[in-house]
């Protein structure tokens, strides 16, 4: 097969080489075989780059929400990026530690000071049935404080804002009467309290009373056991109560900071999905202009073969043009361009540059490289340039607060 492919070869290098306009027929061959080569090594790429970019565009347009976080009354806040420093998110991280820390060891002290009630709910269920009891009120009496704390936090600061004309009136009602819920849940965590001690105490004080039967019977030990019983029930309510206190603040620092965390990971999160698409752009532009370096010296080298093969340089008709452009390739101010690449495209073989300009001019070969060209990544955004039609107010901490009672329109071109 290979000698039939082989004396097919040179009768056409035969039937060629008779022609007298071959080697301006080799010039364009060898350009027009480059082209085509550098495009369908290009073919993958560019579908890549075209779904790329507008996965980029999509990113660009998405990072402008990483700039704005929004509190509980639905106002958002401008957020310069990058948020947070690793030092800062440490921070936040241990505040967070420190929150479930907290949660454990009221759920935990809770849990102990209800075991003794369970034992005598829990009938035959034994210590699984105690356990459970004794969760489910711990549990109970922590969430019933948690949320009644936060809706004391939450109404404090609708007043504050209520009086700044922050919030709208609609919304400091609610928030009042979410006051008003919490206060019930507060009072009502109080009172379980309340009466649980009191089972403790009458628990200990009947299992005492029992030690101390007849004529025997130390009043004194069982006042002494009830008194304690009593304060113990009152230490446990301050205690309780304290820790929520405590939970609230540290739930109302962490909801704040959460916010921001969110959003400056989403913008990480962004920015390092944009720079891996550029990545992509520069490697597979990097890629490209390879492949057109070795397509443009395998061009040079298969023209040098052929005008070995050939033993001439240009057809005969253009020996003079090969003259000409000797001697303007000498001078100190040759410019190679559209103009002057047309002149001497019959001769283009006999000078790398000729066949350089001609395949990296050729239509399709530029507007290639521009497929992976203006693409940058997007970190930050003035608020001018994302929201200039949106009203800006300054509060007392300059924080800027953005009215967004009119319609938003996406800026689509960001980058």
């Not at 597979?284 to 397509?295: G, P, R, T, V």
């Amino acid at each position: 097969m290979n000698w039939i492919i082989s004396l097919w070869k040179r009768n056409k290098l035969r039937q060629t080489k008779a022609l007298t306009f071959k080697m301006r027929m080799e010039s364009e061959t060898l350009i027009s075989s480059a082209v085509e080569d550098i495009q369908r090594y290009s073919h993958r790429l560019v579908e890549q780059a075209r779904n790329k970019r507008a996965e980029l565009l999509a990113l660009k347009t998405s990072l402008v929400e990483t700039y704005f976080v929004t509190d509980y009354w639905g106002n958002k806040k401008v957020l310069e990026q990058p948020a947070f420093t690793k030092g800062q998110i440490f921070l936040a991280k241990l505040n967070k530690f420190w929150l479930a820390l907290l949660i454990t060891v009221l759920i935990v002290a809770e849990f102990v000071l209800y075991v003794m009630i369970s034992e005598n709910l829990a009938g035959n269920f034994g210590m699984v049935g105690t356990i459970g009891i004794s969760l489910v009120f711990a549990i109970s009496v922590l969430l019933l404080f948690s949320f009644g704390t936060d809706y004391a936090f939450l109404f404090i600061e609708a007043k504050n804002k209520y009086r700044e004309k922050k919030i709208s009136k609609e919304q400091f009602q609610k928030a009042f009467l979410k006051f008003g819920l919490g206060i019930f849940f507060i009072i009502l965590g109080s009172v379980f309290l309340y009466f649980a001690g009191m089972a403790r105490v009458y628990l200990i004080e009947g299992a005492n009373t029992a030690l101390n039967t007849g004529n025997n019977t130390n009043q004194d030990f069982v006042d002494a056991i009830k008194n304690g019983g009593h304060a113990v029930s009152m230490a446990a309510l301050i205690f309780t109560f304290f820790m929520s206190f405590l939970l609230g603040m540290l739930k109302k620092v962490w909801k704040e900071s959460a916010k921001k965390i969110a959003a400056y990971k989403e913008w990480k999160k962004n920015t390092e999905a944009q720079k891996a698409i550029v990545k992509f752009f520069q490697s597979a532009k990097a890629s490209i202009e390879n492949k057109i370096e070795l397509e443009i010296e395998i061009s040079h080298q298969l023209g040098l073969d052929l005008m070995r093969i050939y033993s001439i340089e240009v057809d005969e008709d253009n020996s003079q043009l090969l003259q000409d452009y000797r001697m303007e390739r000498t001078k100190a101010d040759f410019i190679l361009n559209d103009e002057v690449f047309r002149k001497y495209q019959e001769i283009s073989m006999i000078d790398n540059r000729l066949l350089s300009y001609g395949i990296r001019e050729r239509l399709g070969v530029q507007a290639l490289i521009d497929r992976f060209e203006d693409v940058t990544v997007k970190e930050s955004f003035s608020l001018e340039e994302i929201y200039s039609h949106i009203k800006l107010i300054k509060d007392d901490n300059e924080d800027d607060v953005v009215d967004l009672n009119n319609s938003i329109k996406d800026k689509k071109d960001v980058a």
